[in-house]
């Protein structure tokens, strides 16, 4: 294997990785504890194994680069757990060192080649989990990625135009949303998903069914221990309602839930499984059903039975497939009625499709009379309600901003492909769906014939676009690389493949410089905001509208000065990072200053006028000019998001 620059790349990541572990923190001891678990556990292996590590010393740099990077993100997961299982962090601890010790036996078991594939993967694979609550999931994403590619030939053939032309619209669409931090997170694990996609195809489908395995054994884990914590919770009962479970959002956890399923169902009739593989898939298909119990997600359910119906429907010969149809709507209709009469859930109840509905139609008019070309980019939900088309009827807007202050937070479409129409648009859809068909073409791809050999992985895919139209989960991070990673068991090559052509994984020298100088660049920008936001978190209060808001008591009991920054410096760290800044400052001149920088740099003002306003009464600044800008406000916040009182 020929690598490029080995030493540099060496440096450049571990230097990375040691500056990410620098950066502010609020759980400084759980980082000691948990970086000595990590080198420990290496320590203890590679003196276990001392003579495979004389003799290949660059494989067991390779595992220590995993482990660290596995330790860096169970650091970031701790800082923003909110379950809190046992004492001291003990519970992440414990799924710390099982994780550990599936990397090591990995490592022990897989090829070198192989754990050169997989090893930064199964370290990325706690990032994927339902439960993560890390801030910026992408930076670990994209040092297992610069890990994976450093590990990788690069090729000497001509970059292909079709790669170079997708690149270039992933850029466009990431650079058109850099100011806004919540849109730019979103095209940066697209990118991502698009480069681990450029990856995955290239392996062999053991490789690929080992990290979706992998995948399944972390959600069993998670799910273990927080079943642990519900049966400790004096106030959890089953049948009661919820919107979210230690702030797990039910439809996440339903939606991520069915693909566990989904996949067990299908790795359950590969022809390789053993019988402890075979227990592994009853375990994870248990414990996704109890999700289901706990979250009553009509949606996934569902789309659960039709899945059920369409693997069954396709097992059965053709005189036994009417009697299925008919037994599967008998069974459809008795979980109907056990929903009406037993749940607060009923699949009878049109009230929240109607709110659906006001909120797709909301979406589709607002983007065709303000942005119809190009949509609103890859966060939609935070701009379409402050363009507001007026030709709605009143009732459906009711729906839109009852629902907004219900749930306390934007619109969002909860359809996939409503969702994606806000944000690229009329010319961005066709450009994306003639991408699409351009590269079947170009490939010469017979889609018939791949479903047709691919059944119950077209399945999967097919009832995922179905559960879409009802929701919208697959952009969430526990979905996302699953999907790519099912999806590329369609196209996956065989296992002769030739070597040479799995050098066309990520162009020419070029174009994997110009890949690993963003990512770098974008890690860093996510990092800084992370250890800047941690480092002074006890001067504001997170807020899902204003961003963050001061707290009353911050200078009384938090003195720390903080560093001020240039408009050029907040357009490069976004508006995250600016609004936190805004809230944080508390003398006069850099409230005026920030005020002037807000209306500089904020497309959508109804945010600044409601700073403004704020600002105004509090130092009792020109009180005479507030029903002049509140008058402002009224005209950009049609909605009323940033004038009820709680603000």
Not at 198 to 217: A, G, P, V
Request: include cysteine; charged fraction near 15%; glycine fraction near 4%.
């Amino acid at each position: 294997m020929k690598r490029f620059y080995p030493f540099v790349i060496d440096f450049v990541i571990l230097v990375g990785i040691s500056i990410l572990f620098q950066t502010y923190t609020n759980q400084k001891n759980f980082k000691l504890d948990i970086i000595g678990l990590g080198i420990f556990s290496f320590l203890v292996y590679s003196i276990y194994r001392w003579r495979v590590f004389v003799k290949d010393p660059l494989h067991f740099w390779n595992l220590l680069h995993v482990i660290l990077l596995t330790c860096f993100v169970f650091l970031k997961i701790a800082e923003y757990d909110p379950i809190q299982i046992f004492p001291q962090k003990l519970g992440i601890k414990l799924v710390t060192l099982i994780w550990l010790l599936f990397i090591l036996i990995s490592f022990h078991k897989l090829s070198v080649k192989q754990f050169q594939n997989l090893g930064p993967f199964l370290a990325m694979v706690p990032v994927l989990s339902f439960i993560d609550f890390m801030a910026y999931p992408s930076v670990p994403i994209a040092i297992a990625l610069l890990l994976t590619l450093r590990n990788s030939d690069l090729p000497t053939k001509e970059i292909k135009p079709l790669y170079l032309f997708a690149l270039i619209i992933l850029f466009l669409i990431i650079g058109r949303d850099w100011w806004d931090d919540f849109a730019l997170q979103r095209g940066v694990l697209i990118l991502e998903a698009f480069l681990f996609f450029q990856i995955i195809r290239n392996w062999e489908k053991n490789d690929l069914i080992l990290f979706l395995k992998s995948c399944i054994f972390f959600y069993i884990i998670n799910s273990i221990f927080i079943y642990f914590a519900l049966y400790l919770d004096p106030k959890f009962q089953i049948t009661s309602y919820r919107e979210n479970v230690y702030l797990i959002p039910v439809s996440l956890l339903a939606s991520n839930s069915l693909l566990m399923i989904m996949m067990s169902v299908l790795f359950w009739f590969e022809p390789t499984q053993n019988k402890s593989e075979k227990i592994f898939l009853i375990i994870a298909f248990l414990v996704s059903v109890i999700w289901f119990g706990i979250t009553v997600s009509r949606n996934s359910i569902g789309s659960l039975f039709v899945f059920l119906f369409f693997v069954l429907y396709i097992r059965q010969d053709q005189t036994k497939k009417k009697n299925l149809l008919y037994g599967f709507i008998t069974i459809v209709a008795a979980i109907g009625f056990a929903f009406l009469f037993f749940t607060e859930k009923s699949i009878f109840n049109l009230g929240s499709t109607a709110v659906r509905l006001s909120i797709w139609g909301f979406y589709i008019i607002n983007t065709l009379q303000e942005n119809p070309f190009f949509g609103f980019g890859l966060y939609p939900e935070n701009k379409i309600p402050f363009d507001s088309a007026f030709n709605l009827k009143s009732e459906s807007l009711h729906y839109i901003k009852d629902y907004i202050i219900n749930f306390d937070s934007f619109p969002l479409a909860h359809n996939l492909y409503v969702q994606f129409f806000g944000s690229f648009g009329i010319l961005g859809l066709f450009l994306v769906l003639g991408l699409f068909f351009y590269c079947l073409i170009q490939k010469r791809i017979n889609l018939a014939n791949v479903f047709k050999n691919n059944q119950l992985v077209s399945i999967v895919l097919f009832v995922w676009m179905l559960h879409e139209l009802y929701d919208f989960n697959s952009l969430e991070i526990s979905n996302l690389f699953v999907l790519v990673g099912i999806s590329a068991i369609l196209i996956l090559k065989k296992q002769d493949v030739l070597v040479e052509k799995q050098n066309q994984v990520l162009g020419k020298r070029f174009s994997f410089l110009v890949i690993a100088i963003f990512l770098i660049i974008v890690s860093f920008r996510f990092s800084y905001v992370d250890h800047f936001t941690l480092k002074f978190a006890r001067k504001v209060i997170p807020h899902n509208f204003e961003f963050y808001l001061p707290r009353k008591d911050s200078v009384a009991k938090f003195n720390q000065s903080m560093p001020e920054f240039s408009l050029t410096d907040y357009f490069f760290f976004g508006n995250k990072f600016f609004f936190y800044n805004l809230a944080a400052k508390d003398d006069l001149e850099s409230n005026l200053k920030h005020l002037n920088y807000c209306f500089e740099l904020q497309n959508y003002r109804a945010i600044c006028y409601s700073k403004l306003i704020q600002f105004q009464s509090k130092e009792n600044y020109f009180p005479t000019l507030i029903p002049l800008f509140q008058y402002f406000l009224n005209l950009h916040d049609p909605f009323g998001i940033y004038q009820r009182e709680q603000l």
